[in-house]
């Protein structure tokens, strides 16, 4: 009997799928808010680690306090003058003073100093991580029982966040005392009139945007810090590779969440009258 002739098979070999765009960066962001969670929770549990937290307060304000006032005074100048500026041409040069104010205090402040942490703090912090990852230290604290996130990562982001917040403050002060001395001195204000439009547009909810901002900001510095430091791939030239991605994401990050906490602002807080 004469056997069947063998048919070829004509089948393709099974091809590589390629991973969908965008996907891999879906997937980062789910490990940063996965982390961010994990922070939040860890916040509470003790031992909490007072030691770091109080070397890495005083280190992020030692170097972010004296480049947050330069930075300021220049930017407050600017603000006050343009602001005085197009006010003047609508007669109405008597408002300067709250109008740049109530910029410097909601918006200029919080981005200066969150920049200014994310830029000098947050690149340290995830150059920090990143290297004890290379160097295996954070396995080594797995292997002994201990948290890296809760020994190294929660004190980091909570002084990046106090740090933040009392800058704020100094800041809008700075800012606040530049504009004044430009609009008085140089384009000729009042001082009564400068203090008296600045009463009269500002409220406390003001002030507490701007804190509020301060703080979402510090905390998504470090976190994003914090998230790229323990993730270095190739070696040492990873740490800087995930340093320069620390900072620009954090910049992305931080304007699209500030423009989202400015509209809720604006929607939820009605604007004082004259």
């Known amino acids: 009997m004469i056997p069947p002739p063998a048919v070829e098979d004509s089948a393709q070999p099974d091809l590589p799928r390629r991973p969908l765009p965008g996907l891999g960066a879906l997937r980062e962001t789910g490990r ?8 939040l929770r860890l916040i509470f549990k003790r031992p909490f680690q007072w030691r770091e937290f109080v070397e890495q307060f005083w280190f992020i304000a030692s170097v972010t306090i004296l480049p947050a006032m330069l930075v300021t005074i220049p930017f407050g ?5 343009q602001v005085g500026s197009l006010i003047e041409q609508f007669g109405a040069q008597s408002l300067t003073g709250g109008a740049s104010v109530l910029v410097i205090i909601q918006q200029a402040s919080p981005l200066i100093v969150s920049l200014l942490i994310s830029g000098v703090a947050g690149s340290a912090i ?15 604290m797995k292997v002994m029982g201990v948290s890296p996130i809760q020994r190294l990562v929660v004190p980091r982001v909570l002084a990046v966040m106090l740090v933040g917040l009392l800058l704020n403050g100094l800041v809008s002060v700075v800012g606040t005392l530049g504009g004044y001395f430009f609009n008085v001195v140089m384009q000729n204000g009042t001082p009564g009139a400068y203090v008296a439009s600045f009463s009269a547009l500002a409220q406390l909810p003001d002030l507490y945007i701007g804190e509020l901002k301060a703080l979402v900001f510090g905390f998504i510095a470090g976190l994003v810090a914090a998230h790229r430091g323990l993730n270095p791939k190739g070696g040492p030239k990873g740490v800087g590779d995930v340093v320069n991605q620390s900072v620009v994401f954090t910049f992305l990050i931080l304007f699209f969440v500030n423009m ?12 004082k009258g004259l």
């Open 32 to 39: 940063m808010f996965a982390l961010g969670l994990t922070v």
């Open 77 to 81: 100048a600017v603000i006050a003058l």
């Open 126 to 140: 995830c150059a920090d991580l990143a290297s004890r990852t290379t160097r295996e230290e954070l396995d080594a």
């Open 260 to 271: 989202v906490l400015t509209g809720i602002h604006l929607q939820l807080v009605p604007s």
